[in-house]
């Protein structure tokens, strides 16, 4: 469930810049406005926030009414670095720590793949009781294991997900519904594969020091972050709905 102080320090460095985060800033924001319209007074809640790049991004965006929280003590103590409302709670306790009712959007981006499916239901269980009537819960996650590598052991990953993982969990939460869904960065993908396979095969033949283990979050050279940023962005304009790609984008409407 912790990822190690490092991790969350190149995650801090580079998550206003890398074309990655950008994309998913943006994916959250057009899932926000699409629910919400122009109404900027509505109470987000980061739930497992990190270092804060998205809440700060949120607030670029003229949302006033931000709040996170994160588990680790280095992600809680960089977001506080930026000047945010963060705290540290466990999020398979946050109705404990949050009054029921209270958020109109709750944020849970690349998260839940840190947790067994019967603790994710409990965490969405939970969202709802949070959200107010007509919330919206927006969250990213890792999708199919073809895309496993040394990122999932770095960050440690109990998950990659399919659609059918979500709608089955939901099901149990009658207040929830999936409101709209899709894999993304399927452009990138025959790249991204092609590099999880190498980290396999390195795997498997003892190659990787997994004392010292990172994850792909990396900045690559402007050249090559603009190039990335701008053909998934083209993706994300031609490719409404996807039936494949490293990660998959819910939007979760409570009734």
């Not at 469930?1 to 994309?23: D, P, S, T």
């Not at 990190?50 to 588990?71: H, N, R, V």
């Not at 409101?179 to 594969?193: E, Q």
């Not at 900045?219 to 603009?226: F, G, H, K």
Request: glycine content about 6%; hydrophobic content about 45%.
């Amino acid at each position: 469930m912790l990822i190690n102080h490092a991790e969350y320090e190149a995650m801090y460095e580079v998550e206003e810049r890398m074309w990655w985060y950008k994309i998913l800033h943006i994916k959250t924001l057009e899932a926000i406005s699409s629910h919400f319209g122009q109404n900027k007074e509505i109470t987000i809640l980061d739930a497992g926030c990190g270092t804060g790049g998205m809440m700060k991004y949120l607030q670029s965006m003229a949302y006033k009414e931000i709040g996170g929280f994160d588990f680790n003590e280095s992600a809680v103590e960089l977001s506080k670095t930026r000047g945010l409302n963060v705290k540290k709670t466990d999020i398979l306790k946050v109705s404990q720590d949050f009054a029921a009712s209270n958020f109109d959007v709750i944020v849970c981006n690349d998260v839940l793949y840190q947790f067994e499916k019967s603790e994710i239901f409990k965490i969405l269980k939970q969202f709802s009781q949070l959200l107010k009537p007509n919330g919206l819960i927006v969250t990213n996650n890792n999708a199919f294991k073809i895309f496993s590598g040394t990122h999932d052991i770095a960050v440690g990953s109990k998950n990659r997900f399919v659609l059918s993982d979500f709608e089955k969990i939901i099901s149990d939460i009658l207040e929830l519904k999936i409101k709209k869904s899709h894999y993304w960065s399927l452009f990138l993908s025959p790249l991204i594969l092609t590099i999880r396979i190498i980290q396999r095969i390195k795997l498997k033949l003892g190659l990787v020091d997994l004392k010292s283990i990172k994850s792909d979050v990396d900045m690559p050279s402007e050249i090559i972050n603009n190039l990335l940023f701008k053909l998934v962005k083209l993706e994300n304009a031609i490719l409404k709905k996807s039936i494949f790609g490293s990660s998959l984008h819910l939007e979760i409407k409570k009734s």
